[in-house]
């Protein structure tokens, strides 16, 4: 045999390991990806059962407001120190103890008889979801260097999935049972069966892949989250937390106390953001093809509009289907995607996992209080002054200010 087939045989062998390990990979990624639908669905729980804990604690509106998006402080809190937690252990172990922490939080919020019982596990529940949903960006923007966008809409299109299985579930559930307790409890007991699934099947050498984009530390990026379009977006974060996270926190309370919906058509409408969701990959896409400047501006725009139109009183449950389906594609496959890979692409490859983590605190820290302050706008001035003031307001601010991005100064 000569140095030529010698050649060709190591160069087959070599190219069909390779694709046997990319498709291992894959598995492993897809198994992740469901643990993140697991978390998705639990971020649907509260806002769907809100109006039954309420009656039942004689929580205020505002209050329990707050409840339903207090879990964004605690992944406020979480996603920058998940950043540097991740510095010193594996992603795999940390993405281990969030699903543990966020689902063991969710079956112990059965188990609190007052308001502030009831505010840690919730706050508690965010921070279990900021360890894995830190971990899973970073680890998208790591394996899938080429196209960090698109990566990143895979995983938020489990989030859509998780969302109207979540919300969905939960008013059946409701229907059923009557008891607010168990889509908690059922959610929460489902998270231990995907941790032991999660740490048989996951290998170390594709959860702690660095390689490529040590390779491309050269590709630009700042070396430092102080610069202008770190700190920019940081705003822009914030500014859609609030937005975001008062309408999801909100919106179904919203349906059932003034428009009388039930709780499973409430859930269902609620579920059509999560719809929406879903071409979260599409999404990735145009964050990657056009230029920041456009894309997020251009979606602030749009959610301004949509913010207006929410609350009104004479849309039919299919309008509001509708308008929510939008809200999903540009609020979450278009802004949220592309705000999550821009601040990544902001500093250099080497440091993904901070830019992840800064952009988990900026957009839930936020969105802790996107609850509490739609309900307290909404108390002194109605639904839909609250809806122009949190929503198209702040978005119009947003659109303006994603002008002053500078495109060229981010990673290749």
């Not at 689902?103 to 508690?124: D, E, I, R, V, Y």
């Not at 995907?194 to 530390?217: L, N, Y």
Request: hydrophobic letters at 50%; a positive charge; proline letters at 2%.
């Amino acid at each position: 045999m000569d140095n030529t087939q010698v050649s060709a045989i190591d160069v087959n062998a070599a190219t069909r390991e390779q694709v046997g390990t990319r498709s291992v990979a894959i598995t492993m990624y897809c198994i992740l990806l469901l643990s993140y639908v697991l978390m998705a669905a639990d971020r649907y729980l509260f806002p769907v059962i809100a109006p039954y804990v309420r009656r039942e604690f004689s929580f205020s509106p505002a209050l329990t407001g707050l409840l339903t998006t207090i879990f964004t402080l605690g992944l406020g809190v979480g996603g920058l120190t998940t950043g540097y937690i991740l510095s010193r252990f594996s992603r795999k172990a940390v993405m281990l103890g969030g699903i543990a922490i966020f689902s063991g939080a969710t079956a112990l919020t059965t188990a609190t008889h007052g308001f502030w019982g009831m505010l840690f596990c919730l706050a508690a529940q965010g921070i279990g979801m900021a360890m894995l949903a830190t971990s899973m960006f970073a680890l998208a923007a790591s394996y899938f260097v080429t196209y960090k966008a698109a990566a990143i809409g895979s995983v938020n299109f489990c989030y859509g999935i998780g969302g109207f299985v979540g919300s969905s579930l939960t008013g059946v559930l409701l229907m059923k049972y009557g008891n607010w307790r168990v889509p908690m409890l059922a959610f929460g007991l489902f998270g231990f069966v995907m941790i032991a699934i999660v740490a048989a099947s996951v290998r170390s050498w594709f959860s702690e892949t660095r390689g490529q984009a040590q390779a491309r530390i050269t590709a630009g990026g700042s070396l430092s989250l102080w610069n202008r379009n770190s700190v920019l977006l940081t705003i822009l974060c914030l500014i859609h937390g609030l937005s975001m996270y008062g309408f999801l926190g909100s919106y179904a309370s919203f349906l059932q106390e003034n428009l009388h919906y039930t709780p499973r058509l409430a859930g269902f409408v609620v579920g059509f953001f999560a719809i929406g969701a879903l071409t979260s990959i599409a999404g990735g896409w145009v964050g990657d093809r056009f230029s920041p400047r456009i894309v997020l501006s251009g979606a602030y725009v749009c959610i301004a509009v949509l913010g207006y139109l929410f609350f009104q009183v004479a849309p039919s449950a299919l309008t509001r289907e509708i308008l929510t389906c939008a809200y999903g594609v540009v609020g979450s496959a278009i802004l949220y995607v592309s705000l999550a890979a821009y601040h990544v692409k902001s500093l250099r490859s080497n440091l993904a996992s901070k830019g992840s983590g800064m952009f988990v605190t900026s957009l839930y820290g936020g969105a802790a209080f996107g609850g509490y302050l739609i309900r307290a706008l909404a108390t002194h001035g109605g639904w839909l002054f609250a809806g122009v003031i949190q929503m198209s307001l702040l978005c119009a601010v947003g659109a303006v200010l994603a002008l002053a991005l500078r495109p060229t100064e981010m990673s290749a």
